[in-house]
């Protein structure tokens, strides 16, 4: 059984920083790219983040470069996304994903979903 299982999320004031982490099973994690997406209240889902399966490549929205950075350990079967300096718009259900094709990642058509972990930024 696939699963991926988000973690990390939380009440954060504006500034401050957090690690999302995303465990798999299921399926030969290094075999898939995987990607983060959000989707804030009332608003479409977005593509934020892919990386590699190897982890040599990886691939942001222009909103996010330089204050996300995604991540991965193979070892562990886990994605990451380190958030430096959140804002109250990255308020968002952030969740994973993992296809074995990159483009289809950053193209939002992944094969397997996680199920999203809440991020609130408020002072």
């Known amino acids: 059984q696939v699963q991926l299982v988000e973690s990390g999320g939380g009440l954060v004031q504006p500034g401050r920083s957090l690690k999302l982490s995303c465990a798999t099973s299921?399926?030969?994690?290094?075999?898939?790219?995987t990607g983060w997406y959000r989707q804030g209240a009332g608003k479409e889902r977005e593509f934020v983040a892919a990386i590699s399966q190897s982890g040599d490549r990886t691939y942001y929205t222009n909103s996010v470069k330089g204050r996300f950075t995604i991540s991965r350990d193979n070892a562990k079967n886990t994605v990451y996304l380190q958030i430096n300096n959140l804002q109250p718009e990255d308020t968002a259900a952030y969740s994973c994903a993992a296809d074995v094709s990159f483009g289809d990642i950053t193209n939002m058509r992944p094969k397997y979903w996680g199920q999203g972990t809440q991020v609130t930024v408020s002072a």
């Open positions: 299921g399926f030969t994690f290094r075999f898939y790219a």
